[in-house]
């Protein structure tokens, strides 16, 4: 399976909200200690 750059593959009704909520307080925690910093997610 590869991604087809069709977004509802990454949110829609099967979405893990839990993760989606990890990633963004994740990638809050980081730019709150490091400003300047680039996150980068892959799947």
Same mark, same amino acid.
């Given at each position: 399976v590869a991604f087809t750059g069709n977004y509802n593959e990454? =949110? /829609? =009704? @099967?979405?893990?909200v839990d993760a989606v909520v990890y990633l963004m307080l994740a990638n !809050?925690?980081?730019h709150g200690l490091f400003p %300047? @910093?680039?996150s980068v /997610? %892959? !799947?």
């Open positions: 990454y =949110f /829609g =009704f @099967a979405t893990d !809050d925690l980081i %300047e @910093a680039v /997610g %892959e !799947d």
